[in-house]
């Protein structure tokens, strides 16, 4: 009797083992198919909101490359089930735009990243109701010899120096060439980057009268106000920073619609 026991468990076992590889497999198998639907489901929204951000840039009068959109955060189904996005990337290479009186301001890349995005389901199937973004930031950096052809005064050279903005030109004075330096102040007003110059000297600068009012006059010429070109998503420039490769500004809002204007 043993031995006829010990007999029949054995296909038993055998068949328990290829069920559990096939259990095994089929999981494996199935967590490949959602994998792949959640990566072509993120893909299509990626490249929806590319889309719609460069609709808005050609709108605005700028231009960029074509907006490189990730959504961060996974899986991406389960974000859109919940109805609440950690965060969405966006960049765009090469963006310029207007900056007033026929000036163009050119960052090689301005990053945007807008988060906590509320999107509810019921909205996205209807298209009924509000898509929001609580925050959106973007960076940029404008380089020095930009801003310099900018300002537009001969053999201007700018840098970065102890996180101030730092200029150095050459000025003719009583028939002699002396290279004259100054720090800047950079503020941000109405979406205005001002630069105003202060502190101007040069070594072996004559102190007359007369040398002290062409400096003061040139330092008149130095001062520039440059209109930040309207940027996507309501952004607003709140900072400019130098840094050694340029300034870099950074740009704000809150509760910014995506789906009625925003975006």
Known sequence: MGEVYGTQQRP??????????????????????????????????????????????????ATSEKPDVTIEGVPFLTQVLDGRYQEIHIQLPH?????????TLRTDLLDVRATDVDAPLDTLRSGNGDIVAGAVTGTGTIDYAQVAELINQP??????????LVGSAPVQALGQTFDVSGAATVAVKD??????????TAAGLPDVPIVKNLIASYVQKLAVDLTVPELPLNLKVQKVEPQPDGLR???????????????
């Open 155 to 164: 053999g201007l050279k700018l840098a970065e120096q102890n996180g101030k």
């Open 12 to 61: 038993r076992k055998r068949r328990g083992r290829r069920l559990l590889i096939t259990l095994i497999v089929f999981l494996v198998l199935l967590g490949a198919v959602l994998v792949g639907l959640d990566r072509f489901a993120a893909s299509y929204a990626e490249r929806m909101i590319s889309d719609r951000v460069a609709e808005q840039v050609a709108d605005q009068q």
């Open 191 to 200: 979406n205005v980057v001002q630069i105003r110059f202060s502190d101007v």
């Open 95 to 103: 963006f310029s735009g207007p900056a007033g009186n026929g000036r």
């Open 249 to 263: 500004f950074t740009a704000g809002a809150t509760n910014v619609p995506l789906n009625t204007g925003g975006l």
